[in-house]
């Protein structure tokens, strides 16, 4: 089984602080990495993705830096607000195989105090 | 409005009971996915569906069966044979198209609980 291991399990941060969340894949064969943002009680939702044809992809105050030769990916929430406070997954897929199902991280709990 | 649509939101089974979660989509996506939450542990795969009437085990599927007899749907039935079932059930499409695109969108969740 392939797997996407996520770290770390739980982050507090300060407001306006950097909330950095690391993930490590072991498939070379992974083409697509999303990362999912999760409300208490809501189904998750995509927040930014990116393929290994670059390093890094930035959408407003959230960006992904990825490492090719290491096999790991990052979400860095930038300006981090009390509204983020939510759980982060990454997954990972090969997606010019179709509709391979996502492997996804255990998660990581994020909470932005004031 | 497109989207997913889980029924029930809260879900009770008793002890032997086999129960039915429904999910549907109305965004014409070919793929259609079940995952569980437990705490700490992520989503964890148990059925997908790439194309209607044909279907997969993902990692977790013991306990479960599911059909896909039409694009829109693809209902998961939690059998007495699951000795865990208390969770949270998410169901998913997604499509590819062009660019390739796997994006997966999910519905609200059915929380399920064993009393």
């Known amino acids: 089984q392939q797997q996407v291991k996520q770290s770390p399990q739980s982050l507090i941060v300060q407001k306006g602080g950097i909330s950095i969340i690391n993930c490590a894949y072991e498939n070379t064969a992974f083409d697509y990495f999303p990362w999912y943002q999760q409300f208490p009680g809501k189904g998750p939702a995509l927040l930014i993705a990116?393929?290994?044809?670059?390093s890094e992809k930035k959408e407003g105050r959230f960006t992904i830096s990825f490492n090719k030769s290491a096999k790991q990916f990052s979400l860095h929430i930038m300006d981090s607000q009390p509204g983020d406070s939510a759980t982060y997954f990454c997954?990972?897929?090969?997606?010019?195989?179709?509709?391979?199902?996502?492997?996804f991280g255990k998660g990581t709990r994020l909470s932005v105090i004031a | 409005d497109g989207g997913i649509t889980q029924s029930p939101k809260y879900l009770f089974r008793k002890e032997g009971q086999n129960v039915t979660l429904s999910c549907e989509q109305n965004?014409?996506?070919?793929?259609m996915y079940w995952y569980r939450q437990d705490p700490g542990q992520g989503l964890r795969l148990i059925y997908y569906?790439?194309?209607?009437?044909?279907?997969q085990k993902g990692d977790i599927a013991e306990g479960y069966s599911v059909s896909r007899e039409k694009k829109e749907s693809f209902p998961l039935t939690v059998t007495s044979a699951q000795k865990n079932p208390t969770a949270f059930y998410l169901c998913a499409s997604s499509t590819t198209g062009e660019p390739h695109h796997t994006e997966a969108f999910f519905g609200q969740g059915t929380r399920l609980t064993v009393v």
């Open positions: 965004l014409n996506h070919d793929a």
């Open positions: 990116i393929r290994p044809d670059v």
């Open positions: 997954a990972a897929t090969y997606e010019n195989s179709g509709n391979t199902p996502l492997v």
């Open positions: 569906s790439q194309i209607v009437n044909d279907f």
